[in-house]
């Protein structure tokens, strides 16, 4: 199948089921990675680090990403109008049956039904993104994998934005550049 058709069904299907924004993306994006081999699970941590610290929705940012690294430009448009098209339709249809039916039991309950998905999908990357951050890829025990760096930096940062009164105040953006800062530090 051509790349760029591939890359715009697989975002085409990552729109329409991951519900509750860009972290839901991820475990779509980890199968994505592991069937095409397109990116590896690092590649994917990189991405989400790119992917939250620069402006946009991180799941739109992380199509473009992927998009690119796959096949150039024309990759970075088709990924990104795969993942926005089926929101395209969602939003249109809704827009019209919404009004009608706002009120029936049947889009309420199925409304109710989607926030523990959601929130699973969320949990899920969460998970996924900590074990990507805090361990090393490799076989061994979680201790024997710990990344201590990451580790050191993420205490510091806890205490700094939760227990330090003047820090607590700086603005996030703050944090992240600090941060990959201490990235490009470490990394050396």
């Not at 990675?33 to 991405?47: A, P």
Request: aromatic share 10%.
């Amino acid at each position: 199948m051509n790349v760029l058709l591939q890359l715009y069904l697989e975002f085409f299907k990552t729109g329409l089921f991951a519900i509750g924004g860009g972290l839901a993306t991820l475990p779509f994006l980890q199968a994505l990675g592991e069937k095409t081999g397109w990116f590896t699970m690092s590649q994917l941590g990189d991405m989400v680090a790119v992917s939250e610290s620069t402006p946009g929705p991180m799941g739109i940012n992380m199509a473009t990403y992927v998009g690119f690294c796959s096949a150039g430009i024309p990759g970075a448009v088709i990924a990104t109008v795969g993942l926005i098209t089926p929101s395209i339709i969602v939003i249109i249809l809704v827009a019209k049956v919404l009004e009608k039916f706002k009120t029936n039991k049947t889009v309420q309950n199925a409304f109710f039904g989607l926030r523990p998905a959601s929130t699973a999908l969320i949990a899920a990357a969460g998970l996924s993104m900590f074990l990507m951050s805090f361990f090393k890829e490799g076989a061994g025990s979680y201790i024997d994998r710990l990344n201590l760096p990451v580790c050191v930096l993420g205490l510091v940062i806890l205490v700094l934005t939760r227990w330090v009164p003047f820090t607590k105040k700086l603005h996030p953006i703050v944090f992240i550049i600090i941060s990959a800062i201490a990235g490009a530090v470490f990394s050396m």
